[in-house]
């Protein structure tokens, strides 16, 4: 069984950046397309990015041109640079294959607020 560690979550006034890592500790690792979800209070959980196991990369519309997904293969790591953050960003953040394949973590809080 393949457990997801997801950090780097935090407290951040509007417009400020965090970076998010994930480590998915599995020699499958360098052939998974990885993702990012998050999910708000109250709502269900959403696709934010996904990196494919060449680096090929795709973002939500409310993501794109801040959210930068890339991956470590050599780390079994995916990261998530997160800039010009929003109130409405504030969610627990996720990790998991794009297919959803691999047990999920506890997910990171991010929380924009001023």
């Known amino acids: 069984q393949v457990h997801v560690v997801e950090s780097g979550g935090g407290l951040v006034q509007p417009g400020g950046s965090l970076r998010l890592s994930c480590v998915a500790p599995?020699?499958?690792?360098?052939?998974?397309?990885m993702a990012w979800y998050r999910q708000a209070p109250g709502k269900q959980r959403e696709l934010v990015a996904t990196?494919?196991?060449?680096?090929?990369?795709d973002y939500a519309d409310f993501v794109k041109g801040r959210f930068t997904i890339s991956r470590d293969n050599a780390k079994t790591m995916v990261n998530l640079q997160m800039n010009s953050l929003k109130p409405e960003d504030t969610a627990v953040y996720y990790c998991n294959t794009k297919e959803q394949s691999i047990n999920w973590g506890g997910g990171t809080q991010v929380t924009v607020s001023s």
């Open positions: 599995t020699i499958m690792f360098r052939f998974y397309a």
């Open positions: 990196i494919t196991s060449l680096g090929t990369t």
